[in-house]
């Protein structure tokens, strides 16, 4: 090494540790923003439990089997989860060649050919050529001191682990979806069967009145009007059928198959509510799948905040390179061997800006991702709050339409021993009928929601947090 290169290697040397120190000195520390969740849910009824409903896995907390059987195949066939696990390996792969980035690059290069060349003469040129052959080996190696490749690494990691999350967030709403899906079709099932009874209903009420209109002792108006009834009722019947069709496709496609019929044993009165203790609100922070994606998602600005940072350096390096290179002349092969050894710094000197912008874009990146977890955080505590207050106000609702029904029930059997007594009108008969059949369809609506209401709250606390992505599919 010449003594000009050696000073300039002595410099470098000396400049490596102040560039290292600023380096480290600009690049920032991640630190999770602090959320304050509550101490307590909102509509939340006595003190938190250190158990939480979103411990249980989700067999745990849906006891019919059809509806176990149907999530199952769901979590094994479903193309969304398809989608995020291979997302999850294209964000793995990436991490690979993040990684890649620290350790030493080598090569070859091999080439054979020839070259002319012309020789002037007094009269004429004579061509010579010069067959060669050279083989090359080369590595290069990029010292990472200001922490370029690690926190690039750093960033692929966290989209990575974010992925993890996303594929368990699709999994979580998978569930919910089968779950409030099947007790939607329950729910159909019961309103086809009040359907097809009002239908029932309803043409007794025609042949009734048509004796009465036969007999002379009534007008032919209740005949119609019973008969306009009882044509609306087979509508519903018709209605309820097809909706009930559309929702069964709709569970076959969630759970990755071809519209079908689902099957079902338990009716909708007869699934039962599971208890559903809280547990901590700090632990939702934990749970939630969308929670922790957002996170990952800071983690990673942070880092690239870093990249951006360490792109205000040069970049350091080692180069080598070891060869062989034979040449043919007048018929006679001439080799010869080749080598170098290099380091080398490269660097930015004026950029436009560039640079400067690219970090600002980084920051305000950053400053999104902050947002957009503190709107999560908050988001999930509206829901479980939601869940919660739908719970106890369902419990009411439900009460009071149960004793609206049987109050409707009788008034109806009443209305009808007293028109064919001749003491009421049929006007009576109708009314009483009309107000009995809507009414117990909003008391199977009802029964439905409480069942969703306690699929929501398992949602919205994180719920199968525990599970590992294989063991989804797998009811105990």
Known sequence: MTPRHSRRTTALAALLPALLITACATAPDYKKPDVAPPAAFRAQVGPAEAASIAD??????????????????AVSGNYDIQVAVARIEQARALVAVSQSQAKPQVGYDIAAGGENAFVPAKTTADTISYPFVSGLLNAAWEIDVWGRIRHTTDAARARLLAQEDVRRGVMLTLVSDVASGYFRLLELDRELAIAEDSSRVFKQTVDLFSLRFEAG?????????ARANYDASAARVEDLKRAIA???????????????AI??????????????????TTDMLQRRPDILEAEQNMIGANAEIAVSVANYFPRIGLSALLGVQGVSINDSWRGFGLWNL????????YTGGRLQAVTRERQA?????????KKTVIGAFRETSDALVAQQTLVGRRTALERQVGDLRRSSELALTRYDAGRASYFEVLEAQQQLFPAEDALAQTQRDQLVAVVSLYKALGGGWKLAPEQWSQPQ
Not at 246 to 260: C, D, H, T, V
Not at 365 to 373: G, I, K, L, P, S
């Open 56 to 73: 249980a896995p989700w067999w745990g907390v849906f006891d019919d089997p059809e509806l176990r059987g149907l999530i199952a195949r």
């Open 217 to 225: 002792r009534d007008s032919q108006l209740p005949v119609e009007r």
């Open 246 to 260: 559309q929702q069964e496709n709709a569970l076959s496609i969630l759970a990755g198959g071809y519209p079908k």
């Open 263 to 280: 099957e079902r044993k338990r009716t909708l009165t007869e699934q039962s509510m599971p208890p559903a203790p809280l547990g901590a």
């Open 342 to 349: 290099a380091l080398s710094a490269a660097g930015p000197i």
């Open 365 to 373: 990146y950053w400053d999104e991702t902050v947002a957009q977890y």
